[in-house]
C-alpha cells in the first residue's frame, strides 16, 4: 500500500526531473522481473551459443563459451536435413496459406453478405468446425486418406491443416466483412460490378489486416504442426520441421551441437515472420482467442 | 433483406469450404464414433464388431484414469499460472513505474511463443539431462546439490517437469493478451481511484480484474481446452514415461492406436478426450461476438 497523506520526500524537496519514490516493493518487484526475463531467455541463448559448441565442450562445461565457435555446425545441420525438412515445410506452409485465404474468404464473404436459412444452417456448419480438434479425428483420418491414396504425401498435411483451420479464419474473417459499409457495394452494384467483383475488388482489399492476421495465424499452424505431420508421412524426404527434427535427433545421438544448429535454423522463419506482424498475431488471437 | 434473383455465387463460393470440413473433420468425427464399437487393425480393412467392449475396457483400464488426472494436473497448474500468473505480470508491465524496462520485458517474455514446440521440447531435453542438463548445473552452482534429480526419468517428478516446460513456452503470451485488454481500460478509473487514495493492490483487485473479466474468462477456457488435448510436449519429452507417470490422455490414445495397433479402443479413448473438450468449445464459440470490430 502507498502512503498517501504523509507527504513524500518528492513533495518537499523539489523533484529533479529523473529522482522517483524508490521503494522496497518497486525494488523486489524489479528483482522478480528480471529473475523471470533471464529463466525465459538464458535457455535460448544457451541454445544458439552451444549451437557453436562440440560435444565434449556442451557435456564437459555447460555454461562456458565454446573455446572455437564451430559454424560449420549450421552448414552440417543443413545439409544433414534440415535443409529438406525445409522445403518440405515452406511448401506445406505457403500451399496451406494460400488456400485457406481463398477458400475462407470466399465462404465468410457469403455468410456475411446473404441473409436466409440456408445460410444460418452453412454459418453454423462451418464455425462449428471449432468445436473439433485433430487428435479425436486421428485414426479416421488415416483411414481416409489412406482410402484416398493421400496418405505419406505433402497433400495429407495440406489438406488437412485447411480444413481444421478453416473455422476461426471464416470466424475471423466474417466478423470483419460485416463491418465493412453497405454503400460501397451500392454505389458499385449501380455501376454494374458483379457479385466476384465485389469480392475482389472491395472486400478482399479493404480487409488487409485480418488477412495478414490469418497469414500469421496459419503459418504459424502449419510451420509447427506435429501430430499430423508424424502419423501421416512416413517417409523421411517428405518430413516437415517438427517431425523430421525428432528423427534428426535419433540420427545425429551425439552429434549435439550439429542438432541445436538445426534447432536454431528451424526456429528462425516464425520468429522472422512475427516479429514483422507481431501486431496482427496479437490482435486475431485477442479476436479469436485461440492458443497456438 | 430484399428478395435476390437466384444466383450461384453463393453456392459456389461456400462448396469448398463445406466440402472441406465435411470431409476431413465432421465425417472423421462421425466415423470415430462408429468404430468404437469395433476391433480392427491399422492396415486391415476388416472390422470386428465388439459392442460395447471397448467402452467396458475403459473402465478396467488403469491408465486412463492416470492419464486424465495428469490432464487435471496440467489443467490447474496452467490456469494458476497462465491465469493468475500472467495477469499480474501483466499489470506490473503497464505500470507507469515500469514503462521503461517494459517494452524490452515484453519482447523477452514473449520469446519462447515464437519457437515451436519441437524445439522447446528438445532444448528442455538439455534442461532436464541429469548429467550436464542446465537444471541440475544451476543447483549445484548455488550450492543445491541435493535437489539434483532425474527430472524426467523419475516418475514422481516427470509430469511436473513436462508441465514445467509448458508454462515456460505459454505464460508470455497469456501475458500478451492481458495486456492487450489492460491497455484497453479507461484512464479515468484509475484516476478516479487515485483521487481516492487507493494502492496498487487495491487497484488491481477493484478496477483491473472486473475490467478484464471477459479476457479471465476466455484465456482460463483456452488453457483448460489446451491442457485436455496435449500431446507434443509429454510424446516429445518423456513418450509419457517412466512407466505411464507423464502419459495424458491424447499420447495414450495415440500409443494405443499407433503403437499398440488397437484402433478400435483407440477410437473410445478418442471419444472421452472429444467430450472433454467439445463442451468448453462450445461456450468459447457463444462468447466469440461475432460481427464485432476493432
Known amino acids: ?292 | 433483406m430484399q428478395r435476390r434473383k437466384f444466383n450461384i455465387i453463393p453456392v459456389l463460393f461456400l462448396l469448398p469450404s463445406i466440402a472441406l470440413l465435411l470431409v476431413f473433420v465432421y465425417i472423421p468425427l462421425i466415423q470415430n464414433f462408429y468404430n468404437s464399437f469395433f476391433d480392427f487393425s491399422v492396415f486391415s480393412q476388416t472390422k470386428t464388431f465388439v459392442g460395447l467392449e471397448n467402452f467396458k475396457n475403459l473402465l478396467a483400464d488403469k491408465v486412463v484414469s492416470v492419464a486424465l488426472l495428469n490432464n487435471v494436473k496440467y489443467a490447474i497448474i496452467s490456469v494458476i499460472l497462465q491465469v493468475g500468473i500472467a495477469l499480474v505480470l501483466a499489470y506490473i508491465l503497464e505500470d507507469k513505474l515500469f514503462h521503461r524496462v517494459a517494452p524490452f520485458l515484453r519482447v523477452v517474455y514473449f520469446m519462447p511463443v515464437m519457437i515451436s514446440i519441437s524445439v522447446v521440447a528438445l532444448l528442455f531435453g538439455f534442461v532436464y539431462n541429469p548429467q550436464m542438463g542446465l537444471l541440475n548445473s544451476f543447483l549445484e552452482l548455488i550450492g543445491l546439490e541435493n535437489l539434483k534429480e532425474v527430472w524426467l526419468g523419475n516418475p514422481e517428478t516427470a509430469i511436473y517437469s513436462v508441465i514445467a516446460m509448458s508454462q515456460w513456452h505459454s505464460i508470455g503470451f497469456v501475458t500478451l493478451l492481458f495486456i492487450v485488454a489492460i491497455q484497453k481500460i479507461p484512464k479515468e478509473l484509475y484516476e478516479a481511484a487515485d483521487i481516492d487514495g487507493a494502492g496498487k493492490i487495491r487497484k488491481f483487485f477493484s478496477i483491473t480484474v472486473p475490467q478484464v473479466r471477459e479476457a479471465i474468462f476466455v484465456n482460463t477456457l483456452i488453457t483448460i481446452t489446451g491442457s485436455m488435448l496435449v500431446f507434443n510436449e509429454p510424446y516429445i519429452l518423456t513418450n509419457g514415461g517412466p512407466g505411464f507417470s507423464s502419459t495424458v490422455m491424447s499420447v495414450h490414445m495415440y500409443q494405443t492406436g499407433f503403437v499398440k495397433d488397437n484402433m478400435g479402443y483407440a477410437s473410445t479413448l478418442a471419444i472421452i478426450i472429444f467430450l472433454l473438450t467439445a463442451v468448453l468449445a462450445l461456450i468459447q464459440i457463444k462468447l466469440s461476438r461475432t460481427g464485432k470490430d476493432d
Open chain 1, 1 to 292: 500500500m502507498e502512503q498517501v497523506i504523509k507527504p513524500s520526500v518528492e513533495q518537499v524537496i523539489k523533484p529533479s526531473r529523473k529522482l522517483r519514490k524508490f521503494s522496497i516493493g518497486q525494488f523486489v518487484t524489479m528483482l522478480m522481473l528480471a529473475a523471470f526475463a533471464i529463466v525465459i531467455l538464458y535457455p535460448l541463448l544457451w541454445m544458439v551459443i552451444s549451437s557453436m559448441k562440440s560435444y565434449n565442450e556442451i557435456f564437459n562445461d555447460v555454461w562456458g563459451l565454446p573455446s572455437t565457435w564451430i559454424v560449420e555446425n549450421y552448414s552440417l545441420a543443413w545439409s544433414k536435413g534440415i535443409s529438406g525438412y525445409f522445403m518440405n515445410s515452406f511448401f506445406v506452409t505457403s500451399v496451406t496459406i494460400i488456400a485457406v485465404l481463398i477458400i475462407g474468404s470466399m465462404a465468410a464473404f457469403v455468410l456475411a453478405r446473404y441473409k436466409t436459412r440456408w445460410i444460418d444452417i452453412a454459418l453454423i456448419f462451418t464455425i462449428g468446425g471449432m468445436m473439433m480438434n485433430p487428435q479425436v479425428a486421428l485414426i479416421p483420418l488415416f483411414n481416409i486418406l489412406t482410402n484416398l491414396d493421400l496418405i505419406n504425401t505433402h497433400w495429407a498435411l495440406i489438406l488437412t491443416y485447411i480444413a481444421y483451420r478453416l473455422p476461426l479464419t471464416i470466424l475471423l474473417l466474417r466478423g470483419y466483412f460485416l463491418s465493412i459499409p453497405k454503400e460501397l457495394e451500392e454505389s458499385a452494384i449501380i455501376d454494374g460490378c458483379t457479385e466476384f467483383g465485389i469480392y475482389r475488388r472491395i472486400y478482399l482489399p479493404m480487409s488487409v489486416p485480418i488477412l495478414l492476421t490469418t497469414i500469421v495465424l496459419t503459418a504459424f499452424f502449419a510451420w509447427n504442426e506435429f501430430l499430423f505431420a508424424t502419423v501421416f508421412i512416413d517417409s523421411e524426404t517428405l518430413k516437415t520441421i517438427p517431425s523430421g527434427l525428432m528423427n534428426f535427433r535419433d540420427a545425429l545421438r551425439t552429434d549435439w551441437g550439429v542438432l541445436l544448429a538445426g534447432m536454431v535454423l528451424a526456429s528462425l522463419p516464425m520468429i522472422a515472420l512475427l516479429i514483422f506482424l507481431q501486431k496482427y498475431l496479437v490482435q486475431g488471437l485477442s479476436e479469436g482467442s485461440v492458443k497456438g
